[in-house]
């Protein structure tokens, strides 16, 4: 079987590090390349940057802190905000990003995954997905950082993500982001069932045992999360151990 993955995920806004809840009440947290660089060096399997006002605002990613990114983090990281075309992934590959997630950009034009999957390969597309839940199994996806509800439903979003050669599915729910009461492990569950890529669960993480019910209960391949790690509540070696303890197979 497959190790777990643990991904701090770090968003970015004015070159800062920042956190919210729901999405909404933002504060600064600190320098991005810094904080990578310890996520790395107390063994966290890969990492996520999102420019988080990249898409609302009409903005392209930021290349050149991508650039110090690469040069001062030794694991695999995903970029993402604000990438519309082709040359927008290529510029933030050629910088040193090992994967790029698109999201509202997608939404807008599926097409763009088709694309990016025949001309940079599945393994370097992530298709994040900001869903907020209806009532039952039904959820809505949502664009612009969550701002924008649209005609799309999770599941069937998910599964024409990755028929059209997506290569992970970063599912955020809303209704969690930052609440810390446990991810949304029915929703991730069937994801899992439903798709044959991997599916890394983001929001609601607050304890360990959060991460243990997202492998088992939520099929998750990987648990992102961001104030856990940020606000050192939850240190990345302790919490890799209490996985590996519970029978997890994780990376230690």
């Known amino acids: 079987m497959l190790s777990k993955r643990i991904i701090p995920c770090l968003d970015i806004k004015n070159g800062q590090t920042v956190k919210g809840v729901k999405f909404l009440e933002i504060q600064e947290v600190?320098?991005?390349v810094e904080l990578g660089a310890l996520y790395a060096e107390q063994g966290a399997d890969e990492l996520v940057f999102l420019d988080i006002t990249a898409s609302h605002e009409g903005r392209k990613t930021f290349v050149d802190l991508v650039k110090r990114i690469a040069r001062n983090v030794n694991i695999p990281f995903t970029v993402g905000g604000g990438?519309?075309?082709?040359?927008d992934a290529d510029a933030l590959l050629n910088a040193g990003a090992d994967k790029i997630s698109i999201n509202s950009s997608a939404v807008r034009n599926?097409?763009?995954?088709?694309?990016?999957a025949r001309n940079f390969g599945s393994q370097f597309v992530v298709c994040a997905i900001d869903a907020k839940q209806l009532q039952g199994d039904e959820w809505v996806v949502t664009v612009n950082g969550g701002r924008i509800p649209t005609d799309k439903r999770l599941f069937s979003w998910a599964k024409e993500a990755e028929d059209r050669g997506a290569g992970?599915?970063?599912?955020t729910s809303m209704d969690h982001d930052g609440v810390k009461q446990g991810f949304a492990n029915h929703a991730l569950a069937k994801l899992s069932d439903e798709l044959n890529i991997p599916i890394i669960a983001s929001g609601g993480a607050g304890s360990m045992e959060h991460f243990n019910d997202?492998?088992?209960l939520g099929k998750a391949d990987a648990g992102?999360?961001?104030s856990i790690f940020h606000f050192k509540e939850i240190p990345i070696p302790e919490l890799k151990r209490f996985l590996s303890q519970k029978g997890i197979p994780i990376r230690l």
């Open 214 to 216: 997202v492998f088992t």
């Open 110 to 116: 599926p097409q763009l995954i088709s694309d990016m």
């Open 224 to 226: 992102l999360a961001a």
């Open 83 to 87: 990438i519309s075309e082709l040359r």
């Open 168 to 171: 992970e599915i970063l599912f």
């Open 30 to 32: 600190g320098d991005p």
